[in-house]
């Protein structure tokens, strides 16, 4: 019997089978797609696809300092939308040599490209390769929802057919490249080119415009900023397609993949200015809307300086990381308000040491006892009703009545007396109880007032001790009335925004400096005069190398609870307070000096290099002589001795003028402040 010598089957890969399987899978594909597609398209719920030419995402408004750069932005989504014509063609093509190379020849829907993903899925067993194409993509981003779903997937197919025969392809390009999102909280080409290389999409070359390309399929995946190993060969996929499919040649690819990128560097400032940008934003959805806001794309032109901005953030920042670390404790809080006395308009704002731990703005919210702070108030007050530089004050003790069963007794911070000493030397030095006996001779209402008159709208106490500073206020309020002074006594009313324009340049609001006039030119000079002083030879000397026309005022208050420094330049004023939200004790010896001065001396150490350093402008009631302000007494002329000091024309002592005697104290409640 012969054996049967018919050959057996091969053993190899049953490619006949599969090849059988892929055909019968790829029909019954088709099949189930368009019975699909058939089905959804006339019993389903669409959006409708004019909607699209009507376009109106989510835009940015930019916010711009005083220097008109731009500083800040408003978005739901950072995005910036860009004419189609604005894109070069080089980024354009990028997009589609990466994401859809046959999106000028197909209607919507790849087929091929989706017969090819699912060969591929086959292969490597799951979701190897995508298929949607970048119309498939823009309807997706603009219509339906990101799950993952066979009916989702069979809407969105329908939509870029129909949106295909409503728009033409660079309409749906246009929707496209400013509707995706391509990682840095960036949505669109504009916002990409702007927040990685620093420059618009229109600038771009081939190399960074390869770069964006790129990110479209896995934002963070192919950050350049986090991953730029995988950013480089995302970009040298995208240039080779681009060479592929005829939009470059390979020399040309090679030679932009050998580009050396120059990547913008994060932006800190946001970071830095988070108080004042915040603010901006809470007002202007307050007035004109959140649609309005984040639908708009306004310019908001504000009075912030971007440099001095980051100067008072660095100065706060670090000068408050230095007491903590001296002092071996955490959790202290700052704040910083500069302002341009002749204007009104904020410079520099810093509401709290850390915008992410806490929104509270403390520049501007907080009241806090000021100190001796509020002296130059009171002083101001003395000045105005006659009062010279050189009036005698007596700084020794002194008690009152608080109750039937309780007396105060004041004290000077050192717990030291001068005895009689001139007005000037009194403010310098910050002594205690020669200004409270100043206070109880003029009288608390009119210190009062003249607190209203410069600014001061907090309540405020009526008794003798808000002559120490026991009254809260706010820096805004404090920079407001060290403002007026400056100014030669006209209150500049506080702003933020100098101009709102809509997308089109219409102006919706403008704010113009205004300036009251709340006490006489010379009254203002001679407080000026009386705070130059402080910087010279009194608490605030450390500070005089800065200039000579400087002036200010330290503040600290009992048991060195909160720490004040305000002064400026005749162009600049500024607020400083440090102190726990929660009053405590910042240490022995944190006194204002310590504290507060520091940080506002680095902050003036670099301001002042951007202002002319000039004196403060003498006011024509003002006139000067030659005096012993110890004595009070002019000196003959020809004498060196004794100080050049102002005064109000017909106050001048004359040689023979004894000392003005010390008044005598009236009672009056108080608490005990230092």
Known sequence: MLQNLEPRESSGFPWKKLLLVLLVGGLFFAMGTATGIALLAKFGDFPPIES????????????YDRNNRIVGEIYLQKR???????????????FVAAEDANFYRHRGVDFVAIARAVVMDIFHGGYAQGASTITQQTVKALFLTPEKSISRKLKEMILAYRIERKLSKDEILYLYLNQIYLGDGAYGVEAAAQTYFGKPVSSLNVAEGAMLAGLAQAPTRYSPRNHLDRAKARQRYVLRRMAQVGFLDRDEAEKAYAVRLAFAPPSTFRSKASYFLEYVRLYLQEKYGTETVNKTELRIYTTIDGRLQEAAHDALADGVRRMEERNGYHGLQGAFLCMDPHTGGILAMVGGVDFAASQFNRALQARRQPGSAFKP???SAALDKGKTLVSTLDDSPIEFERSETEMWKPKNYDGTFLGPIPLLEALAKSRNLATVRLLNDIGVDTAIQMARNLGIESP????????????????????????????????????????????????????????????SPDTAYLTVRAMQEVVRSGTAASARGLSPNLMGKTGTTNENTDAWFIGGSPDLMAAVWVGFDTPASLGDRQSAATVALPIWARFMGQALA???DREFPVPPGITFARVDPSTGKALPPGNADGAVLPFRLGTVPDAAAPAVKPSSPRKGAADDLM
């Open 52 to 63: 699209a030419r009507a376009y109106r995402p989510s835009v940015t408004s930019k916010i």
């Open 80 to 94: 910036t939308l860009v004419p189609f014509k604005s894109i070069p063609p080089h980024v354009v093509n990028a």
């Open 377 to 379: 108030i009171v002083y």
């Open 460 to 519: 405020i106490e009526r008794n003798l001790s808000i002559a120490l500073g026991s009254s809260g206020v706010t820096p805004l309020e404090m920079v407001t009335a060290y403002s007026t002074f400056a100014d030669g006594g006209q209150r500049p009313a506080p702003f933020f925004i100098r101009e709102v324009q809509d997308a089109s340049g219409n102006v919706l609001e403008r704010a113009d400096p205004r300036l009251v006039p709340v006490i």
């Open 610 to 612: 951007r202002f002319p």
